[in-house]
């Protein structure tokens, strides 16, 4: 069963910085994408950014462009999303989630999903 665990939200000024980790299990494939998505209180799920298994290529929205980072570590299965320069629009559930097909930015693409972690970016 495959499942994903987020982790490393949390409350931070503007400006701050956060790392969010997201843990999967039971994935067999070698080939995959993990993506970062959130949701604010009354809108819609977003991409944030994704990341390819194999060739470690990326997308970022154009929101988080320059300030956030998406890594991986393969040995660990284990994805980062290293968040710079925080703003209090970033406040939102942040949600991992993993495609066989690519990133595509569509949530309903997305085969598995994790719980959630909580951004709240505020003074």
């Known amino acids: 069963q495959v499942q994903l665990v987020e982790s490393g939200g949390g409350l931070v000024q503007p400006g701050g910085s956060l790392r969010l980790s997201c843990a999967a299990s039971?994935?067999?494939?070698?080939?995959?994408?993990t993506g970062w998505f959130r949701q604010a209180p009354g809108k819609e799920r977003e991409a944030v950014s994704c990341i390819s298994s194999s060739d470690g290529s990326t997308y970022y929205a154009d929101s988080v462009k320059g300030r956030f980072t998406i890594s991986r570590d393969n040995a660990k299965n284990t994805v980062y999303l290293e968040m710079n320069s925080l703003k209090p629009e970033d406040t939102a559930g942040y949600y991992c989630?993993?495609?066989?097909?690519?990133?595509?930015?569509?949530?309903?693409?997305?085969?598995?999903w994790g719980k959630g972690t909580l951004v709240t970016v505020s003074s």
């Open positions: 989630a993993l495609s066989r097909s690519g990133c595509h930015g569509d949530p309903t693409s997305m085969d598995y």
């Open positions: 039971g994935f067999t494939s070698d080939y995959y994408f």
